[in-house]
């Protein structure tokens, strides 16, 4: 298993600590969107050790602090994705940090739930059904 991640030269690091580095997305949501790396090669959330979750939270406090100096986002989203199913196209663990910012999108309300679209928003008066 080979991870582009780690193929990436330690330059390109916007910060580390002793488990975990930091690359800005090369794909981005959003200005500054970060995902947060363990440097060991492993596939899942659930596969990363109790030390490593905890050397990426680290990091994703670490991250944010900058990023709120830097950049002043409106909120954040912190996401994984888990497997192909879940949109998994790297098999090296990441977390997503991402800034928001205030009208990025029409409603931001349902987060992270807007994988599914028509779970996102749940707040919404849902449509009659067809009779």
Sequence with gaps: MS??????PASDRV?????????????PVSEGH???IPK???ATWFDATRDE???LLDLADLVKADLDRTLAPDGYNL??????????TVMHLHLHLIP???????????GVRHVIPDK????????EPPR
């Excluded at 996102?120 to 449509?127: D, E, S």
């Design 100 to 110: 928001r910012y205030a009208g990025d999108v029409p409603d931001p309300r349902g």
């Design 15 to 27: 910060a580390e600590n002793h488990l975990a580095f930091a690359l800005r997305d090369g794909f």
């Design 79 to 88: 996401g994984v994705n888990v497997g192909p199913a879940a949109g998994q």
């Design 53 to 55: 979750h905890l050397a």
């Design 34 to 36: 970060t995902l947060l």
């Design 40 to 42: 060991r090669l492993v």
């Design 120 to 127: 996102a928003n749940y707040l919404l008066p849902k449509p």
């Design 3 to 8: 991870s582009p991640f780690l193929d990436r």
